[in-house]
């Protein structure tokens, strides 16, 4: 356990701020909190959709990897923009310096490459622009960040009908559905048996979110995992043509044929409230048969101090 004053670097390794007033928003936030904010992210470097060119936003999280002041590295936002990054980005350097990263979305590609390179853990978790920055701030998601933060455990829970009983252990991955597919096959998704994997996605149909499962099981990934934990699956569109098929119908199917139980009810996604969940923790699974817990562990904490 670290006990110190919180050194927090903003890096942009995808999109950009649309709205730049909310770069001055988190940072007042964070050093409300306490934080000493290193702000790595230049609005005059925007390129395209993304927050600089490849280089310039491999240089950020590169310079804030070298930063001694720093100890959190947070993500300005997702949208897209860190698959461009994955083959250019110092990974043991990363795990060397002790820093958590933390966001969620597309900086899934971020997690599950810095785990299978170094077997290092990082946060999917809040991020600068839509949480620190909101211009309302959730209150539930950014206490269950700095909860987790300060551990040395941290426990999510959730609780929805239909979940299945389960009592399980193992090593807690996932991310976004999307893009933790899109690594299958590379050298940036990790290599883990017994795991309990949660995952979250926007704007993908269900049967997209079907495909996707049905493909991680034909992999044989799921065959050596312990369960699933989905999250928040929102902003899709289902039209006259699925004739009932809806998100219950994919998940009464894939619960029927997945080799793992599948739970839902995680607080994690798109939504405004959202858990911070460690990459690579370890975990507990505990379910009645509607709500349930995750207990996590064994994961890089810091303490404000």
């Not at 934080?35 to 310079?63: E, M, P, W």
């Not at 309302?136 to 960040?145: E, M, Q």
């Not at 699925?242 to 995680?266: C, I, K, S, W």
Request: charged share 15%.
């Amino acid at each position: 356990m670290i006990t110190q004053q919180i050194g927090v670097a903003i890096v942009a390794p995808g999109g950009y701020a649309q709205d730049p007033a909310v770069v001055p928003r988190a940072i007042a936030v964070l050093e409300a909190r306490g934080c000493l904010v290193h702000n790595y992210y230049d609005h005059g470097q925007v390129r395209q959709r993304f927050g600089g060119s490849d280089d310039a936003r491999l240089a950020q999280l590169h310079a804030a990897t070298a930063d001694p002041d720093v100890q959190v590295i947070m993500a300005l936002r997702g949208a897209y923009g860190m698959t461009r990054l994955l083959d250019k980005i110092d990974y043991q350097a990363l795990a060397d310096s002790g820093k958590i990263v933390v966001g969620f979305s597309d900086v899934t590609a971020l997690h599950m490459a810095l785990y299978a390179q170094t077997g290092a853990i990082s946060y999917a978790g809040p991020m600068a622009a839509g949480d620190f920055g909101a211009e309302v701030p959730v209150a539930f998601t950014l206490d269950d960040f700095w909860a987790c933060l300060a551990g040395p455990t941290h426990a999510v829970t959730g609780e929805a009908v239909g979940n299945p009983a389960v009592d399980v252990r193992g090593t807690v991955w996932g991310g976004n559905l999307a893009m933790f597919m899109s690594l299958i096959g590379t050298p940036y998704f990790p290599a883990i048996d017994g795991g309990i994997l949660f995952f979250e996605d926007i704007g993908e149909h269900p049967y997209r979110v079907e495909r996707m499962l049905l493909q991680l099981m034909h992999t044989g990934v799921l065959a050596r995992q312990k369960a699933i934990v989905l999250g928040n699956f929102a902003g899709y569109r289902l039209g006259p043509a699925d004739n009932g098929y809806d998100f219950a119908a994919m998940l009464a199917h894939v619960r029927d044929v997945l080799p793992v139980p599948v739970l839902t009810g995680l607080e994690f996604g798109h939504g405004a409230r959202r858990v911070t969940i460690p990459f690579g923790a370890q975990g507990h699974l505990v379910c009645d048969g509607g709500r349930f817990e995750l207990a996590l562990s064994d994961y890089p904490t810091v303490r404000v101090a």
